[in-house]
């Protein structure tokens, strides 16, 4: 088999892949409501953490004991 094909029998066989693996996500997703409230939850964990790094990364002194550690 040319090397072009390797190539994209590669390609192809790593899109099935993932298009399989998101098929699988968004029916568990769908079926199981815990999975929906923990996602959710970590979406306001990450929006936390994200303000609080850009907070921190300023070049202002002691700038991150101005958040609260809640």
Known sequence: MPHR???FEKIAFSLVCWSAAAC????A???C???QVV???GEEVLRTSG???FVCASPV??????LATN
């Open 5 to 7: 094909f390797q190539l």
């Open 24 to 27: 699988s996500t968004f029916i």
């Open 29 to 31: 997703y769908e079926r």
């Open 33 to 35: 409501p815990d999975i």
């Open 39 to 41: 996602l959710h939850a």
């Open 51 to 53: 303000e609080y790094s």
């Open 61 to 66: 002194a002691d700038s991150c004991t101005q």
